[in-house]
């Protein structure tokens, strides 16, 4: 009589070990990570989510995270990082991770072009946390690393420079700078115009803007703020934002005055 042929047993405990350790640390489970970065299930749609087609696994959506990031231009870049950034509620821990993770992969071997972004991204981490004034997690592991990763921002440093220099620049003064703060809660008021509900119900004013496209067009093109870096404008306007009541007389009023301008 023929035997029916078995796996051995040594082989059978381990992918019963394998299958035990998956099962428990969500390995194999969708959804089971941490989101930095917001996604959404369906179809692409052009705005700064990610997007799947049913909810992903951890390696998955972390590798879209920075496959995105690789997508885009140099600002760009900073509009998607800050997209996600404003909407995560830790900053911190935001800031760690995309430390950490970029640090990571950028001492891997990888195309120019594809390290140039995570570079820049980089760059972004690493103006962030100044404006946050966070201070360093752990100390360097080694000298060795130390001056690697100096070289990296020295690097993102020179092409993010050179890059500015290019991108044409306005001279807006104003007139008394005790209005800066005015000037901010305005485009803040701006970006968040929506259509009367009898024209297009919830339809906003800007089908995608963020407080890093406001703190952006400061920096650049209005000389009071060319000396901050766009991470602590960035910081300045959610401060502001704090600040604006919405049931204040002045505040309606504008706010009903750029409906009509733009919807009647």
């Not at 019963?16 to 489970?29: D, S, W």
């Not at 990610?50 to 140099?74: D, K, M, V």
């Not at 990571?104 to 962030?128: F, G, I, M, N, S």
Request: aromatic share 10%.
């Amino acid at each position: 009589m023929n035997r029916k042929a078995t796996t051995p047993l040594p082989a059978r405990i381990g992918a019963l070990l394998r299958r035990m350790f998956q099962a428990g640390t969500g390995i194999r489970t969708p959804g089971n990570f941490t989101p930095y970065f917001r996604y959404r299930i369906g179809k692409s749609q052009n705005d700064w989510h990610l997007y799947f087609r049913r909810e992903p696994f951890a390696r998955r959506y972390y590798n879209e995270c920075f496959n995105r990031i690789a997508a885009l231009s140099g600002s760009d870049i900073y509009r998607f990082i800050g997209f996600h950034y404003e909407r995560y509620p830790d900053k911190t821990d935001f800031t760690r991770f995309l430390h950490y993770e970029l640090t990571d992969r950028l001492r891997q071997k990888l195309p120019r072009a594809y390290r140039d972004k995570l570079l820049t991204a980089l760059h972004w981490v690493t103006e962030a946390e100044g404006a946050n004034q966070a201070q360093p997690i752990v100390a360097a592991p080694s000298h060795t690393l130390h001056e690697r990763m100096e070289a990296l921002f020295q690097q993102a440093e020179e092409k993010l420079h050179l890059a500015a220099g290019r991108l044409p620049t306005g001279s807006i003064e104003l007139n008394n700078r005790s209005h800066e703060d005015k000037l901010i809660q305005c485009l803040i008021l701006l970006k968040e115009v929506t259509a009367p509900a009898h024209v297009a119900k919830s339809e906003q004013l800007f089908k995608r803007i963020s407080d890093i496209d406001i703190a952006t067009i400061l920096h650049l093109h209005v000389e009071h703020f060319r000396d901050k870096k766009i991470p602590t404008i960035q910081k300045t306007i959610g401060q502001l934002n704090g600040q604006i009541r919405p049931n204040h007389p002045k505040v309606r009023k504008l706010t009903e005055a750029l409906r009509e301008f733009f919807y009647e």
